[in-house]
């Protein structure tokens, strides 16, 4: 994939993950939020969009250029998470700011140890979610693979690095331990994400 065709669908992807995330925001019911966050997933790999936490699930089965793009895409997620939440809080939906400080101001006050270990069960659920989607058998079994990934992971609290780029901006609350909250949480998001992929590998190399 050329640069500009990879940043266009990165910064779209990550503007798919934020309305996922405004949605939750507007929720007052988690479940409700969790389900209907999966609009964000279903939206990208349905039109083949750029998400980092998806494609770092992939980083063993391809080569150097595929990681220096999955990093490209980080970026561009980040764009594109930065940018809706900057559109929303133009209109009156900037109402949902005063939840997302509230959800980004709990997320802070965490130890980073905590969000690095939940960050890492997030995409395992991802890597189930996506991985499920491209390789399930049955069309209703790859439905179920981004709805079951997605909302057992929000309604769990697991972190999502991508999400929680578009509700730190939503919430207005960049600064150095933001920035190290989510640097944590990408280093993370990418070791579950390689989770199961390693550890097929290993199963399988112990019986060759």
Same mark, same amino acid.
């Given at each position: ?11 779209? +992807? ?5 309305? &996922? ?10 479940? /409700?939020?969790?389900?209907?966050? =999966? *609009? @964000? ?22 080569? &150097?250029?595929?990681? =220096?793009?999955? %990093?490209?895409?980080?970026? @561009?997620?980040?764009? &594109? %998470?930065?940018?809706?939440?900057? $559109? ?5 939906? *900037?109402?949902?700011? #005063? ?12 130890? $980073? ?10 995409? /395992? ?15 209703? &079994? ?6 079951? @990934? =997605? ?11 991508? #999400? ?13 331990? %933001?920035?190290?909250?989510? $640097?944590?949480?990408?280093? +993370?998001?990418?070791?579950? @994400?390689?989770?199961?992929? *390693? ?8 019986? %060759?």
């Amino acid at each position: 994939m050329d640069f500009k065709k990879n940043i266009i669908y990165s910064i779209i +992807g990550g503007m798919c993950i934020s309305i &996922g995330g405004a949605t939750f925001l507007a929720s007052e019911s988690l479940i /409700i939020g969790a389900i209907l966050f =999966v *609009v @964000g997933l279903f939206t990208i790999v349905t039109f083949g969009f750029n998400l980092f936490t998806g494609k770092a699930c992939y980083l063993l089965d391809n080569d &150097g250029k595929y990681a =220096v793009n999955t %990093a490209i895409i980080w970026v @561009g997620n980040f764009i &594109g %998470a930065f940018l809706t939440a900057q $559109l929303i809080s133009l209109t009156r939906l *900037v109402s949902i700011s #005063a939840r997302a400080k509230e959800l980004v101001g709990f997320k802070l006050g965490d130890d $980073l140890i905590s969000i690095f270990i939940l960050a890492i069960f997030c995409n /395992i659920l991802i890597f189930i979610a996506v991985d499920g989607f491209k390789n399930n058998p049955h069309e209703i &079994g790859k439905y179920f693979s981004l709805f079951f @990934g =997605v909302v057992v992971f929000i309604v769990c609290g697991f972190e999502h690095c991508i #999400a929680n780029m578009f509700y730190i901006s939503m919430a207005g609350m960049w600064n150095t331990e %933001a920035f190290i909250f989510i $640097l944590v949480n990408s280093i +993370g998001n990418l070791i579950g @994400g390689l989770f199961i992929p *390693v550890m097929k590998k290993v199963v399988i190399s112990s019986e %060759a």
